[in-house]
């Protein structure tokens, strides 16, 4: 009854505002300088590697740091989304591992290095389980997938607009310079969430009801409320729910080669200049952010067209899972051109298969949203957690990234199976109606 007049303003013809658009705006922003902040150690790994000496296990090590205290704090960093709503939760987060990324610049040593990557994972943690919480609350499911495509282009839009930038930089200004620059970024960019980000469209004073009639019937509850051990239970014995977790896990596997390795490769591999493989490094990167829009608004087509929710939402991820694995076309040719255009179809595709929030906020309980971003967000970053890490002790076996290239082709091609074999359907899943059967 409560929604009433904001349908009822709704089918009277009332033009819904367009704030939602805005905060996506400011939940691309934020993931951009996120990004950034997590992977920016990648540009500055080669000057890191020769000022100390580190091995290239000891890289993947710092490489993946980051990740290993990130997927430890998924779960409560859902659970205090769902305690205190993503305002304040993301905001906060926001601040602290922006604080965090400038105390890297003062690092010294393996040590040092270590313990500030731990600092800034387990800072960081709530944000994407954030952005699906608030993306799930702001838009309705037909606008959905591109609202999650928008927001996870931020994971490319940073290093494809300024790689070549931060690479200068390190060369001019030593690697400490692109650290203390994105910290102060990102604290801006907290004080910005504080001041105009709202957890629902009900708290908005611009929102009418309208867009707030768009949302209302499969929005996501946001009351304050205490996940328990049964919903835990619950989303870890449903086989939809694995099938997301296998491919995501899959396809950011895929996604942090290329996030923490690649500059590396294409220096030490390749034999490209430092200045140089940033510029060309940077083409990847745009690739994927047009790979992961394309997907986004392809899915929503379909949608909107009549396909099936299950088909078109699992169509394009599938597709570019399977275009991922040609990233091992890379072990076969060695001129730049080929290789950066090798790479590049093979990053295009993962930005493909890197919409699986959409799932997330379409398969998930809807009370149980920030819990379930938090679990799902656990699997997807252990893939970024385990990758680094074994590329880099591959790299030591064997002293070539051959090997690498077809460990990250196995990923994807294990991506395109946990979808076709594991989501039987995209349905929501509603534990109180299974309850009372």
């Known amino acids: 009854m409560a929604v009433q007049p904001r349908v009822s303003a709704l089918a009277a013809g009332l033009r819904p505002t367009t704030v939602r658009y805005r905060i996506l705006g400011l939940i691309l922003a934020v993931t951009a300088v996120n990004y950034l902040d997590r992977t920016i150690l990648s540009i500055a790994m080669p000057a890191i590697k020769d000022e100390f000496g580190l091995s290239g ?6 490489l993946s740091a980051f990740s ?7 779960i409560p960093g859902g659970w205090l989304l769902d305690r205190y709503g993503a305002k304040l939760t993301y905001g906060y987060a926001i601040l602290f591992w922006s604080l965090a990324t400038c105390a890297i610049a003062a690092a010294r040593g393996f040590a040092g290095f270590l313990g500030l990557r731990i600092t800034l994972g387990i800072a960081e943690a709530p944000s994407f389980a954030g952005n699906n919480k608030m993306v799930t609350a702001w838009f309705p499911s037909k606008e ?4 999650t495509a928008v927001y996870n282009s931020g994971n490319f839009i940073g290093l494809a607009l300024f790689l070549p930038l931060l690479a200068w930089l390190v060369t001019s200004y030593g690697w400490h310079s692109i650290f203390l620059l994105l910290g102060l970024a990102g604290v801006v960019v907290s004080m910005l969430w504080f001041r105009f980000a709202k957890s629902t469209p009900a708290e908005h004073p611009k929102v009418n009801d309208a867009e707030r009639a768009l949302t209302a019937a499969d929005a996501a509850p946001q009351e304050k409320r205490k996940a328990t051990r049964a919903d835990l239970k619950y989303l870890l014995t449903k086989r939809r729910m694995w099938g997301m977790y296998l491919a995501q896990f899959c396809t950011n596997g ?5 996030l923490t390795w690649f500059p590396s490769y294409l220096v030490e591999a390749k034999g490209m200049a430092f200045v140089k493989a940033g510029f060309l490094a940077s083409l990847p990167y745009l690739a994927a952010l047009v790979g992961v829009l394309f997907s986004g608004a392809l899915s929503d087509r379909m949608l909107k067209r009549g396909v099936s ?21 890379g072990n076969y040719t060695s001129a730049p051109a080929a290789v950066i255009t090798v790479m590049s179809v093979a990053f295009f ?11 997330a906020s379409e398969i998930a309980p809807l009370r149980m949203m920030g819990l379930s971003g938090g679990v799902f967000g656990f699997f997807t970053n252990l893939g970024g957690a385990i990758v680094p890490i074994v590329v880099g002790v591959i790299l030591d076996a064997s002293g070539s990234f051959n ?21 039987d359907k995209v349905e929501r899943l509603d534990p109180d109606a299974e309850a009372a059967r």
């Open 68 to 74: 290993w205290a990130y997927v430890l704090c998924q």
């Open 144 to 147: 959905r997938a591109r609202a």
């Open 309 to 329: 929710r299950t088909v078109a939402r699992k169509v394009p991820m599938m597709l570019g899972f399977a275009g991922s694995a040609s990233i091992i076309l």
């Open 403 to 423: 090997g690498a290239l077809v460990f990250v082709a196995i990923l994807a091609v294990a991506g395109f199976f946990a979808y076709l074999v594991l989501i």
């Open 349 to 359: 595709a993962q930005g493909m298969s890197a919409i699986g929030w959409t799932l």
């Open 254 to 258: 895929v996604m942090w080669f290329f």
């Open 57 to 62: 296990t000891q890289q993947g090590a710092l």
